[in-house]
């Protein structure tokens, strides 16, 4: 079955960094588009960024310059790297795919950035 597993999240002062991993298994990774999604305390799930499987990328607006998402098909796995953090940054991310016509989610890792 699809599994998307998360990692690579905590506590980080803003301006810092971190780098969220996303293990993919159960699918055809190389030839799946993947996106990493977030939902703050109180607000609705919003998308941060997606990598098509030619590797183009897409970026919401309050994140662009600041984060990159890639891919390593070799792995199975999807990154984002976030620079200079800010606490609106805070949230659960969320990795996704859609496979066969069906979205699938990870469980999420938690984004801290302390003001």
């Known amino acids: 079955q699809v599994q998307l597993v998360e990692s690579g999240g905590g506590l980080v002062q803003a301006g810092g960094s971190l780098r969220l991993s996303c293990a993919a298994s159960g699918f055809i990774f190389r030839i799946s588009a993947m996106g990493w999604y977030r939902q703050a305390p109180g607000k609705q799930r919003e998308l941060v960024a997606t990598?098509?499987?030619?590797?183009?990328?897409n970026y919401a607006d309050s994140v662009k310059g600041r984060f990159t998402i890639s891919r390593d098909n070799a792995k199975n796995t999807v990154y984002l790297q976030m620079n200079s953090l800010k606490p609106e940054d805070t949230g659960v991310y969320y990795c996704n795919t859609e496979w066969r016509s069906m979205p699938y989610w990870g469980k999420g890792t938690l984004v801290t950035v302390s003001s």
């Open positions: 990598i098509t499987i030619g590797s183009s990328t």
